[in-house]
């Protein structure tokens, strides 16, 4: 299994509502990331999991709370969003945290959008 | 300020001619480079890492070469096809942990038949 799964795909919510995203990889990896997309725009790295801590928060707003379970699992907790964050977030992983090969594998994405 | 910047927002070629994408980088020394293919409303696909002590990497009908010296990586497609529409985006770790893969712009490819 070479695949990284997110749901939803899409998620319409209003800015009082708590929703969370959801990603999964099988692929024994020890990394994984969340990425916030802006249409026309590179991926932005949000948060990154290094052996299921937390080892990097690019000074995300605390209304994005990361969480991960287990190695396998990763989730992105929405709380009082605003209308800017609707985006294509982006859940991703990597073999081998700080490897000297790390290719990434990206998920299909969750389409949000803050009404 | 640190910076990874492809030239051309989009490049329209005719189906058969070789592309060639350029990203360029400052301030960084970067270990190595990947490049990744991203179609619409999808998640970037990677295609090729090359490494500092490679002048050139290829995969099938993909080419990446990447001078230190000038701070920048090319990426080649010969005899390209218009399934190889898509924007393409390279890459850079910036942190010596390895995890922090930073994109630049990007550049949108048509191939035309």
């Known amino acids: 299994d070479t695949e990284v799964t997110q749901t939803p795909k899409h998620l319409v919510m209003g800015m009082t509502n708590k929703k969370s995203l959801k990603c999964e990889q099988h692929m024994g990896h020890r990394a994984m990331y969340w990425y916030k997309q802006k249409a026309k725009k590179p991926p932005e790295l949000m948060f990154v999991y290094s052996y299921e801590k937390l080892s990097i928060n690019e000074s995300v707003p605390s209304r994005f709370s990361p969480e991960c379970p287990n190695s396998s699992l990763l989730n992105l907790h929405l709380h009082a969003l605003q209308p800017e964050d609707s985006a294509l977030y982006l859940c991703?992983?990597?073999?081998?945290?700080?490897?000297?090969?790390?290719?990434?594998?990206f998920g299909p994405g969750t389409r949000l959008t803050v009404l | 300020s640190q910076k990874i910047e492809q030239n051309s927002e989009a490049l329209n070629i005719q189906e058969g001619k070789t592309a060639t994408l350029t990203c360029n980088y400052t301030n960084y020394s970067p270990a190595y480079l990947q490049w990744y293919r991203q179609d619409p409303g999808r998640g970037p696909v990677f295609l090729l890492l090359?490494?500092?002590?490679?002048k050139e990497k290829r995969k099938e009908r993909l080419k990446v070469t990447f001078d230190t010296t000038l701070k920048q990586s090319l990426f080649h497609i010969t005899a390209s096809q218009p399934a190889d529409s898509a924007t393409y985006l390279c890459?850079?770790?910036?942190?010596?942990?390895?995890?922090?893969?930073?994109f630049g712009g990007g550049t949108r490819l048509m191939v035309k038949p």
């Open positions: 090359i490494r500092e002590n490679e």
């Open positions: 890459a850079l770790v910036i942190d010596n942990a390895g995890n922090m893969l930073t």
């Open positions: 991703a992983s990597s073999q081998d945290p700080g490897g000297s090969y790390n290719e990434q594998f």
